[in-house]
């Protein structure tokens, strides 16, 4: 089984700055995509950014140029370095990763169970 655990939400003024993470842990042969999505609350979960095993990145127009996303494939781990905090940021993260487990060849998306990011002066 695999699991996934996020950290580094909490309470952060406008502008200011957040590193979110997410490791995942368990029988894990490789994992293709990370990305982070979020969900304010009455609004549908919503992808924020995406980064592809080779590094390839995706993010949505709202987090351009203040959001950065990374990943260390050694350690199982996505980042999301967050800037320039708005209040509107303000929201449920979670990360998924599309992992291989061992012997099992197809890719299957995994969540973990979120960590809240409050922006509010």
């Known amino acids: 089984q695999v699991q996934l655990a996020e950290s580094g939400g909490g309470l952060v003024q406008p502008g200011g700055s957040l590193r979110l993470s997410c490791v995942a842990s368990g029988s894990i042969a490789s994992i293709n995509s990370m990305g982070w999505y979020r969900q304010a609350p009455g609004k549908q979960r919503e992808l924020v950014a995406e980064?592809?095993?080779?590094?390839?990145?995706t993010y949505t127009d709202f987090v351009k140029g203040r959001f950065t996303i990374s990943r260390d494939n050694a350690k199982n781990t996505v980042y999301l370095q967050m800037n320039s905090l708005k209040p509107e940021d303000t929201a449920v993260y979670y990360c998924?990763?599309?992992?291989?487990?061992?012997?099992?060849?197809?890719?299957?998306?995994?969540w973990g169970q979120g960590t809240q990011v409050t922006v509010a002066s």
């Open positions: 998924k990763m599309s992992v291989r487990l061992p012997y099992i060849w197809r890719w299957d998306d995994y």
């Open positions: 980064i592809m095993s080779a590094g390839t990145t």
